[in-house]
């Protein structure tokens, strides 16, 4: 009998590339629930935009558990 592995790809916008986070499971559930889990210790920071007409570099990062 042949295992599959899932692993976990995330998009957040059409001008980023998919995003393969760590990890390998069993399950497509276990894989779900690792999103999940994922999702809801996402850090988000908002950050005030000077108004100048200056384009600004943005960083994006996260952080899985």
Do not use: C, Q
């Amino acid at each position: 009998m042949v295992k599959h592995l899932y692993a976990i790809w995330i998009k957040i916008d059409d001008t980023l590339p998919w995003i393969e986070l760590k990890g390998e499971y069993l399950t497509k559930k276990a894989a779900r629930k690792a999103v999940e889990e994922f999702l809801n210790n996402v850090d988000v920071k908002f950050v005030k935009i000077p108004e100048s007409k200056e384009r600004i570099k943005a960083a994006i990062t996260t952080k899985a558990v």
